[in-house]
C-alpha cells in the first residue's frame, strides 16, 4: 500500500510498493478489446468524483493508448480499407510519442494528445486533447504494457479481464454503419473460430490469395485484361480512374514485404509457378508464425499486472480497491483532497493553466 515521506523540502514522496515517486502517480489499464477498459477507468473517475470536475482542475486524468495511434501512409491506408491492416500490433502505435508523454507527465508538465479520428484511421487535423498536471494518471490501452521502456514507467498496474465471449456479444450489432465497430465485430468473430480449429489468421490467409493471384496475374498472357489492368499499372506505377495513387503496386509490395518476398524480383520469380509457390508457402507461414508471436506476447502482458480485474466493470469490489487505494494517496497530500475537501492546489498549480486546450479528457 502507498505509504508518504516528508523531505526537507516539504515535497512528498509515495512509497508504493517499493518504489519511491512524487505524484503523479500513473497507473496503466491493459485488457483486450472491448474488455471494458474505458468503462472500468470511467468508473474509477465517478467514484472519485473527478468526472464532475472542470477537467483543467482534476486530480485523476484518464487518457486513452488509441490516441497514440500511428498516422496510416496511404499503402497502410489501402490496407486498412480492405480489412489487412493489423491495428493490433503493437507498431500500430507511435510508442515514441506515448513514451515521451508519459515522461512529460510525470515531470508535470501541461501535455497535448493527438485526437484521433477512427473513421478516417487518422489523427484529427488541428484537434488536440490537452492534459494539464494531475496527481493520478490512467493511461488505458490494449498493449500498454507491451514495451519494457514504457510498462517500467508505471507505478501500478491493472489488467481488465473478461472472457473472448463476452467482449464479441458486446459488439453493437446494430449499428453496422459504423465501420469500426464492424470491422472489430468480425476480428474477433474470425479469430475466435481461427484459433479454435487451428487455422491461419484472415490476416495471413488473405495475404496469401493475394500473392497466388498477383503470380497467376504476372503469368498471364500480355493481352488479358486482368494483366493490362493490373500489371499495367504495377508497371508504370499509373494513377487508377478516379482511385488512389499505385494503389494495386503499392498493396503488393506491402504483402510481398510482410512475407519476405523482394518486390524488386517478384515478376521473375511468379514467373516461375513451382518456385513461386514455394516462397509463398514459406513466406506466409513465416508471417503468420510472426503474427502468432505477436500475438502471444501481446496476450502474456496479463503477466506483468499487479491487479488483474476479472470480469471488467462488473467487478464492483476490485474497482472499489483500486478507488480506496487512489483515495488513500490523494488524501496523502495534505495541501489537497478529494470530494468536497478544500482544494488549495487549485491555486498552487494555477501557473499550470492554459486556454490551448480543445477538448478533454475522458
Ligand atoms: N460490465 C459491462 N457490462 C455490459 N457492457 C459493458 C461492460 N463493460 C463494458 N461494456 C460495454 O462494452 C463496450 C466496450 O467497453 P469499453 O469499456 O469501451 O471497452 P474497451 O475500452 O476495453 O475497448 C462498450 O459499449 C461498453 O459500454
Ligand atoms: O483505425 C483503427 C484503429 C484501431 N482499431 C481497433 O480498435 C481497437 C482498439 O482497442 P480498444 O480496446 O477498443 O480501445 C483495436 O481492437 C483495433 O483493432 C480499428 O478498428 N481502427
Redo the contacts with the bound molecule.
Sequence with gaps: MAALNATGTGQKIHNFNGFETRTPFLIGVA????????????KIMEKLGQDSIDHRQRQVVCV?QDSFYKELTDEEKILANKGLFNFDHPDAFDNDLIYKTLKEILNEKVVNVPVYDFRKNSRKKDEVMTIYPADVVLL???LVFYFPKIRDLFHMKLF?D?DPD??LS???WLNAENKRLFRRIIFLLTKRILNRSDMPSIHTQLRKTELFWAGLVVRMPEKHLPKCIFLGELRTGAYSHGGQKKSYKDTLKVVLKDCNIDPNTWETLAQNCPAQRSAVTKGVARYDQHRILTAQNKHATKKYADVIIP?????EVAIDLIVQTIRDLLQSHSRFQIQGISHDRRIARSRHYSDSQVTRPH
Design positions: 485488457g483486450g478489446t472491448a474488455s471494458g477498459k474505458s468503462t472500468v477507468c470511467r486513452s488505458e490501452g490494449i481488465v473478461t463476452t467482449r458486446r459488439r453493437e470480469r471488467g466493470a462488473d467487478n
